[in-house]
Structure formats: structure tokens, C-alpha cells
């Protein structure tokens, strides 16, 4: 686990996720969290399964983005 893991709080995640789409943050919701599988995701949202898997993706790649933004932010506030 890389050492700028350990300084990301439920705070911190939670808002992350938030300020994702709101249907990249509702199939990570559904996959990640509730255990839910692409297929079941695909019916409930009325997308493919496809789609899930690919939101999915992009979420992880999004919330990635925006949690080490949040981080860099965070060290530079206690260099200055």
C-alpha cells in the first residue's frame, strides 16, 4: 500500500466519491460497496453490462485523480 494511502481519511474518500458522476458514483456504489454484480447492476440501472464495467472503471480511474489532488493539496498546506 502506497505510504499516501494511509492519509486518506472516510472523510476525505467519501468526498471523493461524491464529486464523481453521478452514474460513475452509483455503479461503484452498487459493485464496491453493496456487492452487487455487473449483470444485476446492468438490470437494476437498465444499462448493459457493459456499461457497468466501464463506469466502474472510470470511476476508479476518476476518484484515483481526485483523491491524489486531495492528497498533494494536503502535503503542500503543511510545507508552506
Known amino acids: ?8 481519511s472516510p472523510e476525505m474518500l467519501t468526498k471523493s466519491i461524491s464529486q464523481l458522476p453521478v452514474q460513475f458514483r452509483t455503479v461503484l456504489n452498487l459493485f464496491a460497496i453493496e456487492g ?6 446492468a438490470q437494476k440501472l437498465n444499462i448493459s453490462e457493459g456499461a457497468s464495467k466501464s463506469y466502474y472503471s472510470r470511476s476508479k480511474e476518476q476518484l484515483k485523480v ?5 492528497i498533494l493539496e494536503m502535503l503542500l498546506q503543511k510545507v508552506v
Open 1 to 8: 500500500v502506497p505510504e499516501y494511502m494511509e492519509k486518506i
Open 36 to 41: 452487487y454484480k455487473h449483470k444485476e447492476i
Open 66 to 70: 481526485i483523491l491524489q489532488k486531495q
